[in-house]
């Protein structure tokens, strides 16, 4: 299922990466893909993330650390309050907390795969400008 043939280096690509997997393969919510009969699964915000490093879209980060982990941390610091506190205070994020607040930022009624986009762009380039 990985299509990013390119090999992702940093966040800010991969979080590029993960919004134009969306555009590409489509958006879901409830799960981090559903099975298409195209063999290009949509995927939600967690999904597309894990597709944009060469990942399979549910695949799991068993330790703390590494680009697929910084990358669900830098959104998820975005869309929740708690996990931008922790992550600025230099705490180390449980997984599960992280995953859960990407969850429900993505699964809100009325989201839009565009806004899903907008912002996977806005915080690849917030972290673009805090790596410089």
């Not at 669900?72 to 859960?100: K, N, P, T």
Request: proline residues 4%.
């Amino acid at each position: 299922m990985p299509t990013s043939e390119q090999v992702i280096t940093s966040v800010p690509d991969g979080l590029e990466m993960a919004a134009s997997v969306i555009e590409t393969h489509g958006w879901h919510q409830r799960d981090w893909f559903t099975a298409s009969e195209d063999h290009r699964p949509k995927v939600d915000a967690l999904g597309a993330i894990n597709v944009a490093y060469g990942r399979e879209p549910d695949a799991i980060c068993h330790v703390e650390g590494g680009l697929v982990y910084a990358a669900f941390l830098a959104l998820a610091a975005h869309v929740d309050s708690i996990v931008a506190d922790a992550r600025y205070a230099g705490e180390i994020v449980d997984f599960q907390r992280i995953v859960d607040a990407i969850s429900v930022w993505n699964d809100r009624p009325r989201r839009a795969s565009e806004e899903v986009v907008r912002t996977l762009r806005y915080v690849a380039d917030l972290e673009r400008r805090s790596d410089g």
